[in-house]
């Protein structure tokens, strides 16, 4: 029996995860546990005034970016990494390269990068905060519980009556509604009806604390779009009354790009197929039917058992590759021989990269067979047609030579 596999995903996607932590809208880098940046995003360009290259393979306590008195905080920090734990939310003010102070807000965890250990960090840009708390300090307790630190839509809902109390500008953006007509308005107003049975069970959950994140539930704005969004929640006490509030961090982009690039997964004029930590076919791309095989057919099979498609010696290339793959290894470009469903032999070129956790643990391979069989025959003839012809040189230059001789011997005989 057929083990159930996972699906195709390009969150995991090497590239994507780049693009991911280039774009990021806070301060991203790697660093050894030493202390020394081995990695940056923009992000950490502007918030400390240095290009990334002047911070690779520098240490922080050579960059004046710290006080002594941060720079003894942060030690203990790397030392918490270097146990194997994860710091987050503090507080440093760092001293940018033109020397201008800024509050920032670290997190970090300790991970494991191509087998070396290092320290991912995020380091949050809270400048403004300090004049912000002091407002929240001012404002009732509700407006205190909920804009700490949120840059998601938030709505406030009685449990109850499932009715809005309150909500963030960014949620009223979001909904296209104004403050007073989001307190108009409950759970049943804010989702489409098809949709109000699921919505409506994921809300009793995190009312219950069953449930911490409710993942693309669908949304509906006032003008009858429908957005996506991942809603987070948490309890907290209003004027001595239980109200749930809801974070909604708006996912629809992503959705979009995960099926824009799915529908490049499915249109490839290659074979692409995404394999799972132990070597199953998790998902193919319909290429695979110009070889006359299906997915459904190939789907949750290990490749090592595809010998129907491949030779015995490309098998034993791609178990070879795979582990290399797994070891974290590069993998250089080869190729390997299939056979199609009507017996004929085809060429392909695989190229393959690993897909790692964000733990960077390997969950899988992504692999490129792309058909270079017309190359090769036309390679062939090539190098048949170049051997025809260095044979018939090599005659011409023999029979050359015994011409030679031969008039050397008739002088030599008169």
């Known amino acids: 029996m057929v083990k159930a596999v996972k699906k195709f995903n390009l969150i995991n996607d090497p590239e994507f995860c780049q693009v991911v932590f280039e774009l990021a809208p806070d301060a991203y880098y790697i660093s050894d ?20 290259e002047e911070l690779i393979g ?47 807000e670290i997190s970090t965890r300790p991970a494991e990068l191509g087998g070396r250990r290092v320290v991912f960090g995020i380091a949050r840009d809270i400048s403004n905060r300090t004049d912000t708390q002091r407002k929240l300090n001012e404002s009732q307790a509700k407006y205190r519980a909920i804009f700490e630190g949120a840059n998601d839509g938030i709505l406030g809902v009685d449990p109850e009556t499932e009715k809005f109390v309150f909500s963030n500008i960014k949620m009223q953006k979001m909904l296209g509604y104004t403050d007073k007509e989001i307190s108009n308005l409950g759970i049943k107003d804010i989702h489409p009806k098809d949709s109000l049975s699921k919505v409506i069970e994921a809300f009793k959950l995190q009312a219950r604390g069953e449930l911490d994140v409710a993942k693309t539930l669908p949304v509906l704005t006032k003008d009858k779009k429908v957005i996506y969004c991942d809603i987070d929640s948490a309890p907290v006490i209003v004027n001595g009354k239980n109200i749930l509030v809801g974070f909604f961090r708006d996912v629809t982009h992503e959705l979009e790009s ?42 949750g099979k290990h490749f090592s058992q595809l010998t129907k498609i491949f030779t015995k010696a490309s098998l034993v290339k791609l178990a070879a590759n795979f582990a290399k793959c797994m070891a974290g290894s590069e993998i ?83």
């Open 332 to 414: 250089e470009p080869y190729d390997v021989e299939v056979k199609t469903q009507k017996g004929e032999s085809r060429f392909l070129q695989v190229k393959a990269t690993s897909v790692k956790d964000v733990r960077c643990k390997f969950i899988g391979g992504i692999v490129l067979l792309h058909d270079i069989t017309d190359l090769k025959n036309a390679n062939d003839n090539l190098t048949k047609r170049n051997n025809e012809l260095e044979r018939l040189n090599e005659l011409m230059i023999g029979r050359e030579l015994k011409m030679v001789e031969m008039k050397k011997q008739m002088r030599e005989k008169k």
């Open 258 to 299: 995960e099926i824009k690039y799915k529908l490049i997964f499915e249109e490839s004029q290659d074979i692409l197929v995404y394999l799972d930590d132990k070597g199953r076919v998790a998902e193919i791309n319909k290429r695979i039917d110009y070889y006359g095989y299906t997915r459904e057919e190939l789907i």
């Open 33 to 52: 546990l030493k202390g020394t940046f081995l990695k940056g995003n923009q992000k950490a360009e502007e918030l400390t005034g240095y290009d990334r």
């Open 58 to 104: 520098k240490n922080f306590l050579k960059l004046n970016l710290l006080s002594q008195k941060d720079i003894l905080r942060a030690t203990k920090l790397i030392t918490q990494n270097i146990q194997g734990k994860s710091t987050s939310s503090n507080e440093f003010m760092l001293t940018k390269k033109d020397g201008t102070p800024v509050s920032v």
